[in-house]
C-alpha cells in the first residue's frame, strides 16, 4: 500500500518553512525521507524507526507518529538548494520500501 | 568507502528486444539490493529486491526479471521490452536491515 504524501507540491519563497507529510494506511516499521533533484536519483535524509521519534539534519528535520502512521519533514528556513522532490518511503516488516508519489517543492530567490 | 556503479546511463531499445541492466556495490559484503523504475514525473516502483545471492523477490508481475549472480552484483533483464517498459531505472543498496538506501545514478531506457 503505497503512503499517501501531502501536499502535491509547494512554492515557496526563500527563508520561509515548510512541512510534508506522509500517511500510511498499514503498520509502520520505518519511515525513510529522500530528495531527488530533476534528473538525478534520490539521496537519502533520513529514516526514523520509532513512534514519536525525531530527527534532525541541519535544518531538515522529521517527526514519526507510529501510532498514527504518519510521518513528517520540516524544511525551516529554506534554502535554494531545498528545491527537488521529497519522497517519503514506509518500511515493511521486510525492510522493503514502498515510496509515496513525492512532493515537488520549489523556492524561489 | 562503498560505491555504487550502474550501468548504461541511457539506453534507446526498441520494441520486442532484451534488456540487460546491471549494477554493481563496491565496499561491501552481503548488501540488500532493490530495482525500482520511475515513470516520467511518477515515483517510486519497487520491482524486485535481493538480500542475498539467488534470492530474488519480486514486487510487480511483469516481463522483468532480476538476477544477483554474486555478492554485489544486481542483474534486471527482459526477454521482450514492452512500450511500457520505459521509464528511469533506479538501483539501490543498504547494508543492514533499516539502514538508509544509497541509489545508482540510473538508467534512462525508452522503448522505441
Known amino acids: 500500500q503505497q503512503p499517501v504524501q501531502s501536499p502535491q507540491a509547494v512554492i515557496l519563497r526563500e527563508g520561509e518553512d515548510a512541512v510534508i507529510n506522509c500517511s500510511s494506511s498499514?503498520?509502520?516499521?520505518?519511515v525513510h525521507w529522500y530528495r531527488q533533484k530533476h534528473g538525478e536519483a534520490p539521496v537519502f535524509l533520513m529514516i526514523?524507526?520509532?513512534?514519536?521519534e525525531q530527527k534532525g539534519h541541519e535544518k531538515i528535520s522529521a517527526s514519526f507518529n507510529e501510532k498514527k502512521q504518519q510521518s513528517s519533514l520540516y524544511l525551516t528556513a529554506s534554502q535554494l538548494s531545498y528545491s527537488g522532490t521529497y519522497f517519503c518511503?514506509?518500511?515493511?516488516?521486510?525492510?522493503?520500501?514502498?515510496f509515496g508519489k513525492g512532493t515537488r517543492l520549489h523556492i524561489l530567490p | 568507502s562503498q560505491t555504487i556503479h550502474q550501468w548504461p546511463a541511457t539506453l534507446v531499445q526498441p520494441v520486442g528486444s532484451p534488456l540487460s541492466l546491471e549494477c554493481t556495490v563496491e565496499?561491501?559484503?552481503?548488501?540488500?539490493l532493490y530495482w525500482y523504475r520511475q515513470a516520467a514525473g511518477r515515483g517510486l516502483q519497487l520491482l524486485f529486491y535481493?538480500?542475498?545471492?539467488?534470492?530474488i523477490s519480486s514486487e510487480v508481475p511483469q516481463n522483468l526479471s532480476a538476477s544477483r549472480p554474486q555478492d554485489r552484483q544486481f542483474i534486471l533483464s527482459s526477454k521482450k521490452l514492452l512500450l511500457s517498459d520505459s521509464g528511469f531505472y533506479l538501483c539501490?543498496?543498504?547494508?543492514?536491515?533499516?539502514?538508509?538506501?544509497?541509489f545508482g545514478s540510473g538508467t534512462r531506457l525508452t522503448v522505441v
Open positions: 539501490a543498496w543498504a547494508k543492514y536491515r533499516n539502514y538508509g538506501y544509497t
Open positions: 498499514k503498520a509502520l516499521y520505518s
Open positions: 526514523l524507526l520509532k513512534g514519536g
Open positions: 518511503g514506509t518500511g515493511d516488516r521486510d525492510d522493503k520500501i514502498i
Open positions: 565496499g561491501t559484503s552481503n548488501p540488500n
Open positions: 535481493s538480500v542475498g545471492i539467488g534470492q
